[in-house]
């Protein structure tokens, strides 16, 4: 299975609102539904599935961060604004426990195998990938009017194990498993 963990994040009005700009945009771009917005912890790849209850059972041993709030703020590209692949929401991690997460999940994850990321640790939640250039400036005009924006906290439970599965409309997330249960 293709799987990652991920920290699923409830949307408030005000990204739901900026993921209906994007669509109408006329920006080529494959916007995130709502209901699949979340925070990528570790990218794990294509996992057997008898790796999960391990990988489940070392996040759960791990006693990661859990029921805290983060601030969805401002609005950004990779890898940068003019050659833009993928827009994010930031996150602002008030508590430090999107951090500590993040650095909690590596090292149980580094313990059974997995390689450390060796980027630094960028909370944000990806709302759409390119497809193409076409209509890409009408992207940039929405980004630009909600550079800056705090668009609210919202309250999250904790990590879950996801397996994606891609189809031709857009990845498909299941959650496997919650690493708080």
Same mark, same amino acid.
């Given at each position: 299975m293709r799987a990652f963990v991920g920290i699923p994040l409830p949307p408030p009005g005000p990204v739901e609102r900026l993921l209906d700009e994007l669509r109408e945009s006329g920006a080529d771009l494959k916007v995130v539904a709502a209901r699949n917005l979340h925070a990528t912890v570790k990218f794990l790849g294509d996992i057997a599935d008898a790796q999960a209850p391990i990988i489940l059972e070392r996040l759960r041993a791990a006693r990661l961060p859990r029921d805290y709030a983060v601030a969805l703020e401002d609005v950004g590209a990779f890898p940068d604004w003019k050659r833009f692949n993928v827009l994010w929401v930031g996150m602002k991690d008030r508590d430090g426990e999107l951090a500590k997460t993040f650095v909690q999940a590596e090292k149980a994850f580094a313990e059974?195998?997995?390689? /450390?990321?060796t980027r630094p640790f960028s909370p944000h939640a990806t709302i759409a990938r390119k497809r193409?250039?076409?209509g890409k400036e009408g992207a940039k005009e929405v980004l630009s009017r909600h550079r800056n924006e705090a668009f609210g906290d919202v309250q999250v439970r904790g990590p879950v194990?996801?397996?994606?599965?891609?189809? /031709?409309t857009g990845p498909v997330y299941e959650v496997v498993g919650e690493a708080f249960a």
């Open positions: 059974i195998g997995f390689i /450390p990321e193409s250039d076409s194990l996801y397996r994606s599965t891609l189809t /031709p």
